[in-house]
């Protein structure tokens, strides 16, 4: 429809476009949980780029860059041997102790990384909450990929130090099991990153006290010595042993190192860990999702 201005001259054509009101949405609302996971992973080239890139800034700035990967680890391999190993006769009793102890850091550090960044990345990312409209459960995401990443040549080390110190272990089908065990423990880290995702956003106190509570774990999971030998009630020794990341270490132990398979048990236990925590992470995460932008400020 055109219009004529008082001197004649033709005004702006005006066009009507009919609009459903019952279709639109508040900006920033909720999604649906289904169509929240449907969004994610229209992210996934952002989530990938994010944990590379970081990733890659967080090592470009050392001389020995990606080496160090590998050299935390083992150095902190190191030390808790003098201390454990050497110093409190931790080793006595245990088969092959120098891998044992290499599996339980190495395997360790991985998990401590993934949480503690899942955490972090809704509070050390402001700005970017702030300012765009994407689903905020791809950061913690991208947060334990780029852990997983950076576990990666770390865990290649540990295969050749379990290879190469005495007593040498060999390469047996039982080793292609450790697949799975390390995939269930991605999937526990990244429940309990996005849990305490939404936790750290809130408060941001609650990192001080996760700080201390991943030590608690580390000497809660046997990660240098046997309960065995500690722990003589029974009902204590099961709920250490119900321990899921001590799951992982033991599993991982028994297809590495002493050639056997975990018992289904085993499998059922950590497998509820790791899809519960998934679960509830993931539904606490995404139940809290409007309010992230709101309480990074």
């Given at each position: 429809?055109?219009?004529?201005?008082?001197?004649?001259?033709?005004?702006?054509?005006?066009?009507?476009?009919?609009?459903?009101?019952?279709?639109?949405?508040?900006?920033?609302?909720?999604?649906?949980?289904?169509?929240?996971?449907k969004?994610?992973?229209?992210?996934?080239?952002?989530?990938?780029?994010?944990?590379?890139?970081?990733?890659?800034?967080?090592?470009?700035?050392?001389?020995?860059?990606?080496?160090?990967?590998?050299?935390?680890?083992?150095?902190?391999?190191?030390?808790?041997?003098?201390?454990?190993?050497?110093?409190?006769?931790?080793?006595r009793?245990i088969?092959?102790?120098?891998?044992?102890l290499?599996i339980?850091?190495?395997?360790?550090?991985?998990?401590s990384?993934?949480?503690?960044?899942?955490?972090?990345?809704?509070?050390?990312?402001r700005?970017?909450?702030?300012?765009?409209?994407?689903?905020?459960?791809?950061?913690?995401?991208?947060?334990?990929?780029?852990?997983?990443?950076?576990?990666?040549?770390?865990?290649?080390?540990?295969?050749?130090?379990?290879?190469?110190?005495?007593?040498?272990?060999?390469?047996?089908?039982?080793?292609?099991?450790?697949?799975?065990?390390?995939?269930?423990?991605?999937?526990?880290?990244?429940?309990?990153?996005?849990?305490?995702?939404r936790?750290?956003?809130?408060t941001?106190?609650?990192?001080?006290?996760?700080?201390?509570?991943?030590?608690?774990?580390?000497?809660?999971?046997?990660?240098f010595?046997s309960f065995?030998?500690?722990?003589?009630?029974?009902?204590?020794?099961?709920?250490?042993?119900?321990?899921?990341?001590?799951?992982?270490l033991?599993?991982?132990?028994?297809?590495l190192?002493?050639?056997?398979?975990?018992?289904?048990?085993?499998?059922?236990?950590l497998?509820?860990?790791?899809?519960?925590?998934?679960?509830?992470?993931?539904?606490?995460?995404?139940?809290?999702?409007?309010?992230?932008?709101r309480?990074?400020?």
């Open positions: 429809m055109t219009e004529q201005t008082p001197s004649g001259a033709p005004a702006r054509e005006t066009i009507r476009v009919a609009v459903d009101i019952d279709s639109l949405v508040r900006v920033g609302t909720r999604p649906g949980l289904g169509a929240y996971i969004s994610l992973w229209s992210y996934r080239n952002f989530i990938s780029y994010d944990a590379f890139s970081r990733l890659r800034s967080s090592i470009s700035s050392d001389r020995l860059g990606p080496l160090w990967l590998v050299l935390t680890p083992v150095l902190n391999g190191l030390t808790y041997f003098l201390i454990f190993g050497l110093l409190l006769q931790t080793s009793g088969e092959n102790f120098v891998g044992y290499i339980g850091v190495f395997a360790f550090q991985y998990t990384k993934s949480v503690m960044g899942g955490a972090r990345s809704i509070a050390n990312n700005k970017v909450v702030e300012a765009f409209t994407f689903p905020r459960a791809s950061l913690p995401l991208a947060a334990v990929i780029r852990e997983s990443f950076s576990f990666a040549p770390a865990l290649a080390a540990m295969i050749v130090l379990i290879l190469a110190f005495p007593p040498a272990e060999r390469i047996t089908w039982l080793w292609l099991l450790a697949v799975p065990i390390l995939f269930l423990q991605m999937l526990l880290n990244l429940g309990l990153g996005l849990l305490l995702a936790l750290v956003a809130g941001r106190d609650v990192l001080n006290v996760l700080t201390f509570a991943l030590r608690i774990w580390m000497y809660a999971s046997g990660v010595y065995d030998r500690f722990v003589s009630h029974p009902t204590a020794l099961a709920v250490l042993e119900a321990n899921p990341l001590h799951q992982v033991t599993m991982l132990r028994q297809v190192l002493y050639g056997e398979a975990p018992a289904l048990g085993q499998w059922g236990v497998g509820g860990w790791a899809v519960g925590a998934l679960v509830v992470g993931f539904v606490v995460f995404w139940s809290a999702e409007e309010t992230y932008s309480e990074s400020k």
